[in-house]
Structure formats: C-alpha cells, structure tokens
C-alpha cells in the first residue's frame, strides 16, 4: 500500500530564514509525487510536481529514491509563503492521490 | 476559464439520511476526483470519474457512491449517514486522466452530521 508521511504538523520559521517541509513516501512502483499548497481561504492548488523539475515561488523538491523522500526547501521564506502545505503521491492508474497529512508553515515577521 | 465548482457549499444533515453533493469540473475536463477532508485523516480519496467510468476507487463503506454524466458533472451520494461522515468534500477536475495535466480543485462542501 502506498503512504505518504509528514512528520511536521506546523514548522514556524522567521522571514528570510530556510525552510524544508519533510515528505517521506512508501510505494513498490516508479513514484509521482507533487506537493500542493493552500493559502488562506483559498481552494488547495498545485504548487509543483516532481517530473517537471522547476522551481515555483522559489520552492523547490528533489525527489531521492533512495531515502524515498520528497522534500520542499526554500532558501529564503517570505511571510506570504504562511500556508497548508501537502504532499502528494500519484498511483499509476489514473488520478488517485494519496496525501500526506500537511504541515502548516506559518512565516513570522 | 470558470473554476471547479461544488454545490452545496454547506449542508447540514441527520443521521440515518442521505445526501447528495454536485461537482462541476472547469470546461472541456473529463476526469473527476472526489476526497473526503478531516482533521483526524486528512485528504482522503473517495473516487476518480473519468468518461463516465468510475476507474478508481478508495478504502470507503459502499454508502459512498458516485457518477459522472456525459457532460462530466459528477455527484457523489452518501446514504445512511453517520456522524464520522461530517467532512469537508472536495471534488477535482483534470483535463485527462494521467498525471501529466494538473489537477484543479473545488472549493469543498461542508457536510455536517447531527
């Protein structure tokens, strides 16, 4: 069966400081992972996924198969990165996606 | 290009009753995808319409049922109701069914069980 594991319910960092969300998976075949974001009162949004390799809002994921981790890093967070932020594995047939628990960034001034 | 939409926003309903939750995906998308959202187990899958056809389906009781008409509108019924039912009810939308196009949600029903 197929998991995916936040183990951070809420991380708080300062402006302008580093921050990595952890994203661990289980899953016996080729994973597709993605992370998607929800801001405040807005609908849950794709923030990237891993096959297209790029870089969103400064947002970056390296996918490592070997330490099956999926992990959202940001050099320098920006108080409007404060949000739900959740990771995502896709099943190979069709759309089923299995999430994480999310964890809550919350970006202090 | 219009968003996913759900209707209704908010219900609120009695053990042991029915109901039944509308999704319409953005223009020209085929495949529909429904997930239950609470605190205690987070997002999870209920089911995944695509041309009419449900192709996948999650670890629910089958007093969760869905469809999808041939405009790709879908509705997901849930009978019997229990109070762990209560949940935010999120539906998205794809253009087609692999991962390769993005994935759009609605804003959720809030579904309340009393």
Redesign the interface.
């Known amino acids: 069966a197929q998991r995916v594991t936040q183990p951070e319910k809420l991380l708080s960092v300062f402006k302008g400081a580093p921050v990595e969300l952890k994203c661990n998976y289980s899953y016996s075949g080729s994973p597709?992972l993605?992370w998607y974001v929800q801001y405040s009162r807005q609908?849950?949004?794709?923030l990237l996924?891993h096959?297209s390799r790029e870089s969103i809002k400064g947002f970056t994921a390296d996918l490592n198969k070997g330490e099956t981790s999926f992990h959202l890093k940001k050099p320098f967070a920006q108080e409007e990165d404060s949000a739900m932020y959740?990771c995502a594995l896709?099943?190979n047939?069709?759309?089923?996606?299995?999430?994480?628990?999310?964890t809550r960034l919350m970006v202090k001034p | 290009k219009a968003g996913v939409t759900q209707t209704p926003r908010y219900l609120i309903k009695t053990r042991g009753q029915q109901v039944t939750l509308s999704c319409s995906p953005i223009s020209g998308h085929r495949s529909v995808s429904w997930y239950q959202q609470t605190p205690g187990q987070g997002l999870q899958f209920l089911f995944e319409y695509f041309s009419e056809t449900q192709r996948n389906k999650g670890n629910f009781p089958g007093r969760f049922s869905g469809r999808q008409f041939s405009n790709s509108r879908s509705e997901m019924n849930v009978s019997t109701l229990e109070l762990g039912d209560s949940a935010l009810y999120l539906c998205a939308s794809s253009s087609r069914g692999d991962s390769s196009y993005e994935q759009y949600f609605g804003p959720g029903t809030r579904l309340t069980v009393t």
């Open positions: 597709e993605f609908r849950l949004q794709l996924r096959i959740y896709r099943n047939a069709g759309n089923m996606l299995t999430f994480g628990g999310g």
